[in-house]
């Protein structure tokens, strides 16, 4: 073959089935999402979430425009037994201040100095991880490690008061390791947050609970729930969690290679602030990028023994995503270019089947992504996403940049754990949260 032949190879054959293996892995995800929800359907909360203890980590470095909001939705959570334990990381704000004003029995400051502090958040939830264990467990002997679950809540987090009842009925199944809850947007002020609403409500609502059918959906950051004994099992000499850059993935792949099940629960939530800032927004997602790149170094625990048939098969297609990623968007430049300097046609404009074929084999799986927003509202619910659609496509082409920005972070070597900046909390910022 051809130089030229080669080309055309890659931008027509490897892009195609890159985006096949996307689009049906999509629908077999609406499909198990479906089936994953009919399970669950009709299991109300369970009166017995006082069989554990609820342990709230909340990771703050320079968070002075919203611990304080943070902590009062934390205190207002329906957990019997719960400890509340905020990691000053070294800020130079007046979150030291704030944290002051709040102290009560039921909150506990880890505060981090230099050299040891602003380590990036794995160090930081590690530190907090071991002084729990040291000092506040022994004041609970009756909870053994079965029964003592970690909810990993952001500094702009707004928990829902029915999380811990939710999540239990999860942890009441011992081979459950882990729980992630939906998020959702809280300041929707902004086409780019209503956007970013959107993306989680379709990350959370196909892929995540669709995975969840065969046990399999991994952890994501904010509003995820550790089993006592999954973390020991999975930890290192520093603590359970490592130094990527998605350090809430790497976990959940650790855990589910252990043999523990992973699941994501839609019917509670953690709120959080959308980014307003396109600029911060790539640098938020460029870093979650690059984070999901740093785990396929760890792609070997996929054949751990654990791990088997339709299980085995999804977490390869997950974390392989990246991949998939950066082929259809080579190919998608590439075939630019041909199509701009070299008058290579863009597509085959002389056949019109073939011509709507490619245009919806490149929208397909996007639009069939927001069709999880009609879920449960029957035909009546088709309108409302369909409207959403042609937005959020046009979204997800302005993202595209983000690939790039997270390969030539991870080629250089920078993984600097860049924090996201927050916004004042004001009340008028409130979306349905």
Known sequence: ???????????????FVAIMVGYIWTAVLYVTGYRYLSRWQGVGDPTDESRYLWVFFVPALNEGLTIADSVDRLRKVHASHKVIVVINDGSEDDTPQVLKGLAGPDLEVLTRVPPNARKGKAAALNAAFDHVRQTVLPKYPEFTDDHVVFGIVDADGRLAANAPGVVARHFDDPRVGGVQVHVHIYNQTSWLTRMQALEFVIFGGLFQVGRSYWGTAFLGGNGQFNRMTALREVSSQEGPWSHYLTEDQELGLRCLANGYLGHHEPATQVAQQGVNDLRRLYRQRARWFQGNLQVLKDFRRVNSSQLFGIRRLDVAISLLLPVLQIIVGLALALALVLSIFFGVAYLPWGNPWL????????????????????RGHGLAGLPRALGMAIPYLFYTWIMWPVVGIGVWKQVRGNATWAKTEREAVTKGAESAS
């Open 355 to 374: 011509v709507v074929f490619f245009i919806q084999l490149s929208v397909g799986p996007t639009f069939l992504g927001v069709m999880v927003v009609a």
């Open 1 to 15: 073959m051809t130089v030229w032949d080669w080309v055309v190879f890659v931008i027509y054959y490897v892009s």
